[in-house]
């Protein structure tokens, strides 16, 4: 990856790489997929997956927590993922 082309999509020269490039750039970064995917308008394909599978939960549960402040979303995030099912 050649830092022209980089800046060439900084200056939206040419479209944000896929999903598969953006994932080896953050990779090679040390950056999280999916804050560099978002960057790009992009959400990864298993994202999108589960929300296609349930997309009026997902909808609902996106616009109820967007103006929560991040301790409260880190708490619910803890919550479901320490929950017993």
Known sequence: MEPS???KVERGETPPPSE?????????LGEDPDIL???AG???SDLQEAIRKRPR?????IREIKDMPDHAVLR???EVRDGKW
């Open 20 to 28: 598969a490039t953006i994932a080896r750039i953050a990779a090679e």
């Open 5 to 7: 082309y980089l800046s």
């Open 37 to 39: 995917l978002a960057l």
């Open 76 to 78: 619910l995030v803890r």
């Open 57 to 61: 939960l997902f909808s609902q549960l």
């Open 42 to 44: 992009k959400v990864s």
